[in-house]
């Protein structure tokens, strides 16, 4: 967001903070640790449910994360929803991208993803300029507007939990962070950091992924 002043973000050189969070698929937790000394890993931070570009980078991310396990890279996805709310959505949406459910946003907070105040110029910026992330509206639209047309083609049901989140968490921020198998942090994409208000929702194509993912250290 060009307008405002906002911390960076964890980025490439600094150690990757750990976190430990219960998985959405199976019983059990995914840690960061799980995966140091084994191998790389792009961990994806998410927003609740309620956000339809999340949904929309989610589903991407299972089929890139196929390809960058040919290159020997896991891919693990942390969502910022309550977890009945998440197994409940993934059980009618399959994916085979690790997921875990991370309600309290512990982990965007430990990556330092940022999360800018709402403020009156903020909240007018998002409903002046117009974006349309992944090419489905017929033009672009506000970012409201453009989140609630998204929310009409998937016929996406609110629950109270997803009102909740929302309201909580708006206008949060998300993430993409590599980090190599010693746990340091490689490579780094933040919403909106190229292009403030109008790179909402954008996510990176499976060329950037994988271009990133090659040019880890060996």
Not at 88 to 96: A, D, E, S, V
Not at 100 to 115: G, I
Not at 161 to 185: A, H, K, N, S
């Amino acid at each position: 967001m060009s307008t405002l002043s906002i911390p960076p973000a964890l980025g490439p050189g600094d150690p990757a903070p750990d976190f430990t969070l219960p998985t959405v698929h199976r019983d059990g937790t995914i840690s960061l640790a799980d995966y140091r000394g084994r191998s790389p890993l792009l961990v994806a931070l998410f927003r609740g449910l309620y956000c339809p570009f999340c949904r929309r980078a989610i589903a991407q991310l299972g089929m890139t994360g196929e390809k960058l396990r040919g290159l020997g890279v896991e891919t693990l996805a942390v969502v910022a929803t309550q977890l009945e709310r998440a197994r409940l959505y993934f059980r009618y949406r399959p994916t085979r991208l690790p997921l875990v459910a991370d309600p309290e946003l512990r982990a965007l907070r430990a990556f330092r993803v940022p999360k800018p105040a709402m403020t009156p110029e903020l909240e007018a910026e998002r409903r002046r300029v117009r974006i349309n992330p992944t090419g489905e509206l017929p033009e672009p639209l506000s970012v409201p507007d453009a989140a609630n047309r998204l929310d009409e083609l998937d016929h996406f049901e609110w629950t109270g939990t997803d009102t909740e989140e929302m309201e909580q968490q708006v206008p949060q921020l998300v993430g993409q962070f590599l980090v190599d198998r010693d746990g340091i942090i490689r490579w780094v994409n933040i919403e909106t950091a190229e292009e403030g208000l109008a790179g909402l929702g954008k996510f990176p194509t499976d060329d950037e992924f994988l271009a990133a993912a090659r040019a880890l250290p060996s």
